[in-house]
Structures are given as structure tokens and as C-alpha cells.
């Protein structure tokens, strides 16, 4: 069991509510408050504040943030700048105001520099300049550790910040123009399927990537609020990787796709590798035991995909 502070009667506000890992933790703490962009914009400093002065949260769970793939971060890097900057300012200024208790941010493994040394550590996080197609989204989320360290420097705010890498699950972002690998993987196959039509997948499907689970993210996070209170940002992700053509095999028999999948090795593959370390993390106490395994994962994410369908994010 991992250990958690206990938030009955204590007062939550989870910004990005409605997105993936928002919906992951209301299985958890059901009775937080649990924000969307149609509750408050956060880009807006006034209606920012105004919400935290009328929820008066003690703790804070700052998930909100502008997300997209790489042709929408490299098409619009200025806006992706620009909007994350105004969210995470203004959620961490309102937190302040409201003297919340804790605060807990959630970065991500792309906002590291391009060129790093592997397996990333935390230490690496401002130590070159971030990959040229989301440079906007990874220097405003690298600006979340900078506004939190000044916070707790300046005015004793106990502000952390978590990293995961690549997130599954559940009410994830399906649209192909904004997926990550995983929903593009699972909207592709099921759509060949029911099709009738070949399926394509990008680049030569080497490249080895690392998963978490929405759910262990959400449980991870909730670990971060009873146990860290560190200024250093933290990875928190399952570093088990797998390659993109596993993934496409196990997508394929959970969709019950019997036909050959074509690589376009036209299209990028990525870099091959990413690996990042969760050292720091395991000797916080977190047991890699608790991280759930991948293949029932994805297994019950494609089960979800299939009876949802079409009432999915982004289809
Ligand atoms: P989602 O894209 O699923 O959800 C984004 C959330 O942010 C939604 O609730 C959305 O509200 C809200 N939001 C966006 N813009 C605004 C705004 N202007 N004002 C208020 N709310 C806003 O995100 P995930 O759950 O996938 O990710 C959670 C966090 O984890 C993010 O910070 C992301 O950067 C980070 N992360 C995600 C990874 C992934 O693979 N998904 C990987 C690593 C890090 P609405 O629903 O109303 O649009």
C-alpha cells in the first residue's frame, strides 16, 4: 500500500480535472473539487483568483495545461509558451494568495533538454535547450520548478513539482492531429478494423518508450502530497520501455486486428531511446511493485476505447 495523507474533510481543488489524470484521481478523491476550462479559464489572473478565494483550497493538485502533439506544438509554439505560462503563473500566484497548504505541479519527461545524458535525472532538467518542436510547452512547464523554488524561497510556499513521462489511460486525448503514440496506436487499429482497411503506423516502430498508467500517476501523486516536500522536482514515472512495434501487436490483438501492419518509415520514428531515472523516487519509498502492469493496462484502456466509441475525446 502506498502511503497517503488522509484529505477526508481537508479541502482539494484539482486543476485539470476533466483531463486524463483528473479523471484518474476522482477514483481516488472523489469529494475534491474538480476543475475544467469551462469552470475557469486560468489563462485569466482575475477569474483565476476569484476561484481559489471561493473553493479556499488547502491543497492544490495542478494538473490544467495547454497539451498537444508535435505538429500542433511546433505549428503554434508561441501560443503553447504563452498560454502555459499565464496557467501555471496564475494557479501558483492564486495558491499563494489563498495560503494553500501544498501545491503539487506536474511536468514531463519532453520538457528535459534535447541533448541529455541518459537516463535523465532530475538535475538535468534546465541544462540545455528542450527539443526545437515543443521548446514553447517545455520551457513554460520548466518555468513551474523556477516559479516554485522562488515561492518557497520568498515566501515559504510548500510548492512541488512531479515528472512523469508518457501517460496512458482512460480519457485520453484521441484526436490524430493532438495524440500521443499510445491513442493514435489504439484509435488506428480499431478504425482499420472496423474499416476494413490497412493499418499505417508511423516511422520503423524501433524506438523504445517508457509508460505510466494514469491511474499509478494519480496514486503517485497523492504519495508526492503525504511524504515530498522537496524544492527539487521529481520523476514519478514506470521506467519499464517497450518498443512502438510491441505496442502495435498487443493493440492489434486486443482490437482483434488480424492484418498486416504497414510501417511509413517515411515518417519520424523519434529519437530511439528515452530513458528516464526514477531513482530518487523508489528511494522516497514508492515500490516499483506498485506501478501496474503494462500489457493488463493497455488491454483495459483498448476495452474502454472499444465501448466507448465514438463518445471519445478528440474522435
Ligand atoms: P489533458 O490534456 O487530458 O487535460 C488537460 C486539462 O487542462 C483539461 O482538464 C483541460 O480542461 C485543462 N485546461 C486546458 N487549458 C485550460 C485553461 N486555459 N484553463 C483551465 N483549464 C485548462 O491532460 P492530461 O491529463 O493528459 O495531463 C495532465 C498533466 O500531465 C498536464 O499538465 C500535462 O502537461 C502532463 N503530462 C501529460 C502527459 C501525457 O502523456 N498525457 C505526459 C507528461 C506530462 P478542458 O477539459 O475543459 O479542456
Not at 276 to 303: H, I, M, P, Q
Amino acid at each position: 500500500m502506498t502511503a497517503t495523507l488522509d484529505l477526508e474533510q481537508k479541502k482539494v481543488l484539482i486543476t485539470g480535472g476533466s483531463g486524463m489524470v483528473g479523471s484518474a484521481l476522482k477514483l481516488y478523491i472523489p469529494d475534491a473539487t474538480f476543475l475544467s476550462s469551462k469552470d475557469c479559464d486560468l489563462r485569466d489572473l482575475e477569474k483565476c483568483r476569484e476561484t481559489f478565494e471561493f473553493h479556499k483550497p488547502e491543497y492544490v493538485i495542478h494538473l490544467a495545461a495547454k497539451v498537444g502533439g508535435v505538429k500542433a506544438n511546433s505549428d503554434f509554439v508561441g501560443d503553447f509558451y504563452r498560454e502555459n505560462i499565464l496557467i501555471n503563473t496564475n494557479v501558483l500566484e492564486s495558491a499563494r494568495i489563498c495560503n494553500v497548504k501544498k501545491l503539487v505541479s506536474l511536468l514531463s519527461t519532453c520538457v528535459y533538454p534535447a541533448k541529455a545524458n541518459y537516463p535523465l535525472t532530475e538535475r538535468q532538467l534546465h541544462s540545455g535547450f528542450p527539443h526545437e518542436t515543443n521548446f514553447g510547452y517545455a520551457m513554460a512547464k520548466r518555468m513551474l520548478d523556477v516559479q516554485s523554488r522562488a515561492y518557497r524561497k520568498q515566501y515559504g510556499c510548500n510548492f512541488i513539482c512531479a515528472i512523469p513521462n508518457n501517460l496512458m489511460g482512460e480519457n485520453d486525448q484521441f484526436d490524430l492531429n493532438d495524440s500521443h503514440v499510445i491513442p493514435a496506436i489504439i484509435r488506428k487499429t480499431f478504425e482499420a478494423k472496423k474499416n476494413r482497411e490497412q493499418l499505417v503506423l508511423w516511422g520503423n516502430g524501433n524506438s523504445l518508450r517508457e509508460f505510466t498508467y494514469s491511474g499509478d500517476i494519480a496514486r503517485a501523486l497523492l504519495f508526492l502530497l503525504a511524504v515530498y516536500n522537496s524544492e527539487e522536482p521529481i520523476n514519478i514515472g514506470n521506467t519499464d520501455s517497450w518498443s512502438i512495434r510491441e505496442i502495435a501487436t498487443l493493440v492489434s490483438i486486443y482490437m482483434s486486428y488480424n492484418s498486416e501492419v504497414i510501417w511509413d518509415e517515411k515518417k519520424p520514428s523519434g529519437q530511439f531511446q528515452k530513458q528516464s531515472s526514477n531513482a530518487k523516487f523508489l528511494r522516497l519509498g514508492w515500490d516499483t511493485e506498485w506501478y501496474s502492469d503494462f500489457e493488463t493496462t493497455l488491454e483495459k484502456v483498448c476495452v474502454w476505447f472499444r465501448e466507448n466509441y465514438p463518445n471519445i475525446r478528440g474522435v
